[in-house]
């Protein structure tokens, strides 16, 4: 190819020279005659030169569209394109084999219109197409006088009338599909069920639990000398087991109704610093009950962001109560914020029990089966709860441990203004 272009560009550069030649020695006429032979020269070289390179585009032109075929027959749905009043201009073997033809050139003599069972079910299809991309199933007619069940998912080009000009589109035999769609309700059905028998499950054990810690709670408010004595003992291992429960309860509620989009964020300006110290106060006495030291390092001046201040609160409560069981007795618990202009970042260490590497991924799962000492009781969603939490309001949390027994690192980040639309 270079080279032929290469040939004709040295043939007009000697033609013209000649030329030129011709004028200085041998007048106009002579160069005349000589320019319509350098013309009809350079004619014949560059028509060589197009025939070359159209041949050549031709033939690569020819492989492209072989292989496109190809491509076409070998996947496994049907393809097609046809225009409005059902003439099929394109299609792969396996569109034409659905409707038990053979070749592409038999289904192309066949008009789609005639192939729909129900003679409305094309024309109230493209009619629909006009405004939007619209997936639905139709029975068929195959060649040998059978039916088959497709689903098409078509795409509409219209035309400057605004009606549909063609169709470009995929069909899929929906028997090859049906046992999936069929796995996926009944998972759907059975998710349905595991939330209402949750809901109902935690409702009927909430209520009596409320009941026996309120009683509880107004034996042990009594006076230790009073007759109850001999079995306060009793009455504080009922009551907390009644918390325990209570705790696991609750948190089986929220974490239903966050996956079932129950829970609405109620967002707004949130100072986090008082919502830390609020939160501090809270959970002293069980600080105080397990001789734990608590130390807060936070920058001064108002720490605000938008979020929902009671599920915050319960986001704090969590974390800082999991750091408390978690950690033997006299032990030591930081919280630390810092701030920067989009996100603010808390973090609660603490010198407990830590965690192993290969467990870090999973104490955000409700019910991990963690290995830890039998003694630490958890209900072992709380850390699940938190992360659906805070992932509803666009934050991320992570936890960190050197190993067992080294302590443990939770970490929040929140952004400052941003919330994710998860929890409608």
């Known amino acids: ?74 996947l496994p749905v049907g393809v097609y394109r046809a225009t409005s009043d059902g003439r099929i201009l394109e299609a792969n073997r396996t569109f034409a084999e659905l409707l038990g033809y053979t070749t ?63 169709t470009d589109g995929v069909m899929v035999q929906t028997q090859g599909i049906e046992a999936i769609v069929r796995d996926i309700t009944e998972h759907r059905r059975l998710e349905i069920m595991r939330d209402h028998f949750i809901s109902a499950a935690t409702h009927e054990l909430r209520t009596p639990l409320i009941s026996i810690k309120g009683y509880a709670d107004f034996i042990l408010a ?7 004595g001999n079995i306060r003992p009793f009455v504080e291992v009922m009551k907390r087991n009644a918390d325990r429960l209570l705790e696991l309860t609750n948190d089986l509620l929220d974490i239903q109704r966050m996956e079932s989009g129950k829970i609405q964020l109620k967002m707004q300006q949130v100072d986090l610093r ?53 950690t033997p007795d006299s032990g030591n618990i930081i ?33 991990a089966a963690i290995e830890k000492p039998t003694y630490f009781k958890g209900t072992g969603l709380g850390l699940s709860l938190t992360k659906r939490l805070v992932e509803a309001h666009g934050g991320i949390i992570s936890a960190t441990s050197p190993g067992k027994w080294q302590g443990t690192t939770i970490t929040l980040e929140l952004s400052k203004n941003e919330v994710l639309e998860v929890a409608k």
């Not at 807060?296 to 069981?325: H, V």
């Not at 609660?348 to 965690?355: K, L």
């Open 335 to 367: 919280i630390s914020v810092d701030e920067t202009l989009t996100k603010v970042c808390i973090r609660v260490r603490d010198t407990g029990i830590g965690i192993d590497k290969k467990d870090l991924t999973r104490v955000f799962e409700p019910f």
């Open 274 to 326: 008082n919502l830390i110290k609020e939160c501090v106060q809270e959970v002293q006495p069980l600080l105080n009950q397990k001789h734990h030291h608590l130390q807060t390092e936070i920058s001064s001046g108002p720490l605000k962001l938008r979020g929902d201040p009671l599920r915050l609160s319960q986001m704090l409560w969590n974390i800082m109560t999991n750091a408390i069981k978690f």
């Open 1 to 74: 190819m270079k080279r032929a272009i290469l040939c004709t560009l040295v043939t007009s550069i000697l033609s013209w020279t000649a030329i030129g030649v011709c004028v200085i020695y041998y007048g106009i006429s002579s160069a005349e005659t000589l320019l319509a032979l350098c013309i009809g020269i350079f004619t014949v070289c560059l028509g060589a030169l197009l025939t070359r390179s159209g041949r050549a585009e031709s033939v690569s032109v020819s492989r492209s569209y072989e292989r496109l075929h190809s491509m076409l027959d070998n």
């Open 222 to 228: 009594e006076n230790p000398q009073s007759p109850i």
């Open 104 to 166: 592409v050139d038999a289904i192309k003599n066949v008009n789609l219109d005639e192939v729909y069972l129900r003679k409305t079910d094309r024309a109230d299809h493209l009619e629909k197409l006009r405004h939007s991309t619209v997936f639905a199933e139709f029975e068929m007619k195959r060649k040998d006088g059978g039916t088959i069940w497709v689903r098409d998912y078509p795409k509409a080009t219209l035309g400057n009338s605004g009606y549909v000009d063609y």
